[in-house]
């Protein structure tokens, strides 16, 4: 069935540094990739997205290429802030099941100053 | 503000208590979700609504019931709680492409 897997947290990072995470996929059919973001005591919301492969998502500095050869949709930021300290979900729409959302697990960032 | 609006924000209940979560969007789509978030696990679904009048089981749908009351509202249903139910529940829906979702901002459920 259709899964993903994200690297596992707590990422811990001083302030400027380079930050990625890791997200691979299992899925059937041609599915849309997405990042979420929930900050502490608050709901989720959409990060970035990409809907086809090679596409590029991007979005308050981050940003993740689909990769279809390798199944991958890793996010990247060159340069994190204190305030990006956040819970990050890497999801998949799945296109034959009424494009329910299926989420990785979750990867927490800290980022200290 | 248009978005996707949960009731109540926090609950606590007692094993065995019944409640409904309430979800209401109004941005016209077809499809709703019930999701859980436990930690270090992500967001599971529990069921979803591909449009007005169905619903279909989710990943884990045991002790749950859902009602599409009309296009605008789907809500969760506990008829007997437990205290593995303790999480926190989001209500999000999407648009007919399916790459439009908008969550609601979630529900606190602990059952002692």
């Known amino acids: 069935g259709n899964s993903v897997t994200q690297m596992e947290g707590p990422v811990t990072l001083s302030e400027e540094a380079f930050l990625t995470i890791n997200c691979t996929y299992t899925a059937t059919g041609y599915p849309s990739l997405f990042w979420y973001v929930q900050y502490p005591g608050e709901g989720l919301q959409l990060l970035l997205k990409a809907t086809k492969a090679d596409d590029k998502g991007s979005n308050k500095g981050f940003e993740a290429t689909y990769r279809k050869e390798t199944t991958s949709f890793h996010l990247e930021k060159g340069s994190v802030q204190v305030s990006d300290s956040a819970v990050y979900f890497c999801?998949?729409?799945?296109?034959?099941?009424?494009?329910?959302?299926?989420f990785g697990a979750g990867t927490r960032l800290a980022v200290h100053p | 503000n248009a978005g996707v609006t949960q009731t109540p924000k926090f609950q606590v209940l007692k094993t065995g208590q019944s409640m409904t979560l309430q979800c209401a969007q109004d941005?016209?789509?077809?499809?709703m979700y019930w999701y859980r978030q436990d930690p270090g696990m992500g967001l599971r679904l529990i069921y979803y609504?591909?449009?007005?009048?169905?619903?279909d089981k989710g990943e884990v749908p045991n002790g749950y019931n859902v009602s599409r009351l009309n296009k605008r509202e789907f809500s969760l249903r506990l008829e007997s709680a437990a205290p593995s139910q303790t999480s926190v529940y989001f209500c999000?829906?999407?648009?007919?492409?399916?790459?439009?979702?908008?969550f609601g901002s979630g529900t606190r459920l602990t059952v002692v």
């Open positions: 941005m016209n789509h077809n499809s």
């Open positions: 609504s591909a449009s007005e009048g169905t619903t």
């Open positions: 999801a998949l729409s799945d296109p034959w099941g009424y494009n329910k959302l299926i």
């Open positions: 999000a829906s999407n648009t007919e492409k399916g790459r439009v979702y908008t």
